[in-house]
């Protein structure tokens, strides 16, 4: 299991399950850091998480490529951590901008390394430990 995989299905799921208009092109007013606020506990809370994914064709389809990848439940919550912590960083590093947010996603899909270029090291590290966890998983 790679980080990029790991990276592509997060992001895929957080971006999947945000609300149209968490976020403004004017940054972070006090409504849109609610919004995404908001998001972040859905992503972390399995009690707001699963309702969400339930009603979602799109997150279900993304939660069945997640648990598939990520097998036990303990990495299934971890994974969501990550990818709350990782949509938070886009979501700050892009000013709130949705479509920043959405050209950076896809230039992430061909130079994934300028993506990762914009975590934090803390991500990264934690993006790398989760791709160990799974890949030792699997054998």
């Known amino acids: 299991m790679t980080s990029g995989k790991v990276f592509f299905v997060s992001m895929g799921l957080a971006v999947t399950l945000m609300t149209a208009g968490v976020v403004s092109a004017q940054g972070l007013d006090p409504a849109s850091a609610e919004a995404l606020s908001a998001t972040l506990r859905m992503l972390t809370d399995p009690s707001l998480r699963n309702p969400a994914i339930a009603t979602n064709p799109q997150a279900g389809a993304i939660d069945q490529q997640v648990q598939a990848m990520v097998g036990a439940e303990p990495l299934r919550q971890e994974f969501y951590a990550l990818s709350a912590q990782i949509f938070e960083e886009l979501t700050r590093n892009s000013g709130g901008d949705v479509r920043k947010m959405s050209e950076a ?32 998983q699997r054998r």
């Open 105 to 136: 996603l896809e230039r992430a899909k061909s130079d994934p390394a300028a993506f990762a270029a914009m975590l934090s090291p803390a991500t990264l590290q934690r993006l790398r430990e989760l791709s160990i966890k799974i890949s030792d």
